[in-house]
């Protein structure tokens, strides 16, 4: 069982620079979330999504931007790298008909360092 | 501003005692999630709250909500040290999707 698959697992990006991290789930569930982990802390929202086609801002979204065009895959994107987005990602989905229901399932994160 | 704050956020222990974990949080909510990460890993869930009243165990953890409170608790019961890990509350406000997660308490079971 994949899961929920992440990649990369690591990257280092310089100021400026943009990338995409990948996340594809094998679960057929509706529901996708992209959280940001900081040091020492808990986990914030930056984007979700209720189905293909359908995203939405979370709560810490500047920098970012997210697509679904497919119920397996939601990448997410930065843009213009800045220090601040040093952090680990995590991208998570969950199933039931209706949110909530049924636990996050999550990856097993990206570790990503802007230099 | 929606808040969820577990306390303590730091917890020391020793192998065989008893001990609550706490989560408070300021927004309606009937849905309330309890996760576990290790060190460098990624969040394995724990129990799934959805009502009033609801309590959940698995081996020597159990967990509990009381919406009018806005609390829920993690009970752990004779401590033994693969328990260490930190532990994280979620909740879920009403009519939304947005997840808010507490900051964590990072247990600690000394053998």
């Known amino acids: 069982n994949a899961g929920v698959t992440q990649t990369p697992k690591f990257r280092i990006l310089k100021i400026g620079q943009s990338m995409t991290l990948q996340c594809t789930q094998d679960?057929?569930?509706?529901?996708m979330y992209w959280y940001r982990q900081d040091p020492g802390m808990g986990l914030k929202l930056i984007y979700y999504?209720?189905?293909?086609?359908?995203?939405d801002k979370g709560e810490v979204p500047n920098g970012y931007n997210v697509s679904r065009s497919t119920t397996e895959d939601f990448p997410l994107r930065l843009e213009l790298a800045a220090p601040s987005q040093t952090s680990v990602y995590f991208c998570?989905?969950?199933?039931?008909?209706?949110?909530?229901?049924?636990?996050?399932?999550f990856g097993d994160g990206t570790r990503l360092s802007i230099l | 501003e929606l808040k969820v704050e577990q306390n303590p956020l730091f917890l020391s222990m020793q192998e065989g005692k008893n001990y609550t974990i706490y989560c408070n949080y300021s927004t309606t909510s009937d849905r309330l999630y309890w996760y576990r990460q290790d060190p460098g890993k990624s969040l394995e869930s724990l129990f799934v709250l959805l009502s009033n009243g609801a309590v959940k165990q698995e081996g020597r953890l159990m967990a509990s909500l009381d919406t009018k409170a806005r609390l829920s608790t993690l009970h752990i019961t004779a401590a033994v040290h693969d328990l260490s890990a930190t532990y994280f509350c979620a909740v879920l406000p009403s009519g939304t999707y947005k997840y808010i997660f507490g900051t964590g308490t990072r247990l600690k079971v000394l053998a």
């Open positions: 679960m057929n569930h509706n529901y």
């Open positions: 999504s209720v189905g293909a086609g359908i995203t």
């Open positions: 998570a989905s969950s199933s039931g008909d209706r949110a909530g229901n049924q636990p996050q399932h």
